[in-house]
């Protein structure tokens, strides 16, 4: 059975204080690993695919990057406004669909 | 450009009741897939429509449905409400079908007492 974990559930972090956020799946036929940010009382918005172990990714102060079992999702120096769930989905050729995780709810405080 | 519109953004049910949710889809975008977020069991797929026909489907029961217009609007329907139907429920658009980059509209929260 196709099953994605997330950890930390919620994070608090000082400004500039770097970490990283893991996402572990087990998916038959995986066909991208995808990162979507989430702000409360929207929907999720599109960050990052990754298809291959050992690709990356950089957005600003955000760094994706896989490997066969899991993804890192690394905050360098965050800020207040990346303050967000962090959603982890690795795509299914089997099902043809998204496995969201439950998401890690990230708070950088000023 | 317009982003996913999904209206009505709240509403309050009863149980028994049912209720349709709308999405219009970001031009162009031929795809639509509906997702129910709850804070227990995370973001899961319903249904995916492409050109008006049901291209896939989620383990929900046949309570919920949904359809697609010709011009790639896009409805749901949950038909005798249950307390547990409460949660929000997103849209996502993308220019095809099973494309795993969308947009998701900022969803109809629905209460069920």
């Known amino acids: 059975e196709d099953q994605v974990t997330q950890s930390p559930e919620a994070l608090r972090l000082q400004e500039g204080e770097s970490s990283s956020l893991n996402c572990s799946y087990t998916?038959?036929?995986?066909?991208?690993l995808f990162w979507y940010r989430q702000d409360p009382g929207k929907g999720p918005e599109f960050l990052f695919t990754?298809?291959?172990a050992g690709e990356e990714k950089e957005k600003e102060r955000l760094k994706a990057t896989l490997t066969k079992k899991e993804s890192f999702l690394h905050i360098t120096a965050p800020k207040p406004e990346d303050s967000a769930t962090y959603l982890c989905?690795?795509?299914?050729?089997?099902?043809?669909?998204?496995?969201f995780g439950q998401g890690t709810t990230l708070q950088v405080k000023p | 450009k317009a982003g996913v519109t999904q209206t009505p953004r709240y509403l309050i049910k009863t149980r028994g009741q049912q209720v349709t949710l709308s999405c219009s889809p970001i031009?162009?975008?031929?795809?639509v897939s509906w997702y129910q977020q709850t804070p227990g069991q995370g973001l899961q797929f319903l249904f995916e429509?492409?050109?008006?026909?049901?291209?896939n489907k989620g383990n929900f029961p046949g309570r919920f449905s949904g359809r697609q217009f010709s011009n790639s609007r896009s409805e749901m329907n949950v038909s005798t409400l249950e307390l547990g139907d409460s949660a929000l429920y997103l849209c996502?658009?993308?220019?095809?079908?099973?494309?795993?980059?969308?947009?998701f509209g900022a969803g109809s929260r629905l209460t069920v007492l």
């Open positions: 996502a658009s993308s220019p095809f079908s099973g494309a795993n980059v969308l947009t």
């Open positions: 998916v038959s036929g995986l066909r991208g």
């Open positions: 990754l298809y291959s």
């Open positions: 989905a690795p795509g299914s050729s089997n099902t043809g669909k998204l496995i």
């Open positions: 031009s162009g975008h031929r795809s």
């Open positions: 429509y492409f050109s008006e026909t049901q291209r």
